[in-house]
């Protein structure tokens, strides 16, 4: 299990409720000192330490966490303004350093019930990303997200899932499989969460995180196809809308020939209608490759 002494005391702070939520912590101790300092007047909080420590011995579900406070943490898109949508912990399975570059990771999302002619149409895609060395990151959801993570293990490519759910219990649980091969290929399991839901409101608030993050960790986002709100899943919504805040390039497959009248394909078209999002085209790829965007970089020292 790899961890730093600062990355377990901030899951124990968490744990016992020093930190309250994300947008406490962004508030309160991006500071590492005040942090801290804030722990160091909590009288039992070593015991509880020892007690976690032993707890996570025995934990063969993921292979580390990290904190905002290691040198590995992910870079936090700077257009994120939002506190409640920035993580500071982590759980991972798998190759953490495809959080290292943002600027390789494209968010590939969409419905959950896709028509095969659909499914042919985002495994093309897929492919030609993969051909470009670029990383597939998705939220192993049944469907579209299954496509983009199943072609990269299929062409033995590495690829992202970020999870709503603990890496004890992975959902959906038809995708456990699919969730085990990411790994063996040398891809990555990521989620903030390391117990379960307290109730149903927390369980929903966990995948609308989740699509939060698929944006926040990849410099474009691309939706396969998902219905207008109120037709059907919307968890590519709050992934779309996460990319255009966040300053991303969104793209949107559409066929206006084959698509215009069809339900699959309502968000995409409303998402284009509205200047969100750009029709994804052959030459969407290379565009994609040549994005670079600087607010997913570290900011480095002059001195």
């Not at 257009?79 to 968010?107: H, Q, R």
């Not at 992202?160 to 603990?166: D, G, T």
């Not at 609308?208 to 396969?224: C, G, N, T």
Request: hydrophobic share 40%; glycine share 6%.
């Amino acid at each position: 299990m790899n961890y730093s002494d600062l990355a377990l005391k901030v899951l124990v702070a968490k744990e016992r409720g020093i930190i309250t939520s994300k947008a406490d912590f962004w508030k309160n101790y991006i500071n590492e000192c005040d942090f801290l300092e804030k722990i160091s007047n909590d009288f039992s909080f070593n015991e509880k330490l020892e007690e976690l420590q032993l707890a996570l011995v025995d934990d063969r579900s993921m292979d580390g966490f990290i904190c905002y406070y290691d040198d590995d943490f992910p870079v936090i898109n700077k257009k994120v303004t939002k506190n409640s949508e920035k993580p500071f912990l982590l759980f991972y399975k798998g190759d953490i350093s495809l959080l290292s570059d943002l600027n390789k990771n494209v968010a590939v999302i969409g419905c959950i019930d896709p028509t095969e002619n659909i499914i042919n149409r985002g495994r093309r895609f897929v492919e030609k990303l993969i051909e470009q060395d670029l990383v597939v990151l998705s939220g192993l959801a049944l469907g579209c997200d299954t496509v983009g993570h199943q072609v990269s293990v299929e062409n033995n490519k590495k690829t992202i899932a970020v999870l709503p759910s603990r890496l004890a219990n992975i959902l959906p649980v038809e995708n456990r499989e699919l969730a085990n091969n990411i790994v063996e290929k040398g891809g990555l399991l990521i989620t903030e969460y390391y117990k379960e839901p307290k109730n149903k409101y927390e369980a929903i608030n966990r995948y609308i995180s989740r699509d939060y993050l698929q944006a926040m960790f990849s410099k474009s986002v691309v939706l396969i196809a998902s219905y207008q709100q109120g037709e059907g899943d919307s968890g590519s919504r709050h992934a779309m809308d996460a990319g255009y805040r966040y300053g991303l390039p969104c793209y949107a497959m559409f066929n206006i020939a084959t698509d215009k009248n069809s339900p699959h394909f309502g968000l995409n078209r409303e998402l284009i209608e509205n200047k969100k999002a750009q029709i994804l085209l052959p030459s969407s790829v290379l565009d994609i490759v040549h994005t670079q965007n600087y607010s997913l970089t570290k900011e480095l020292s002059l001195f």
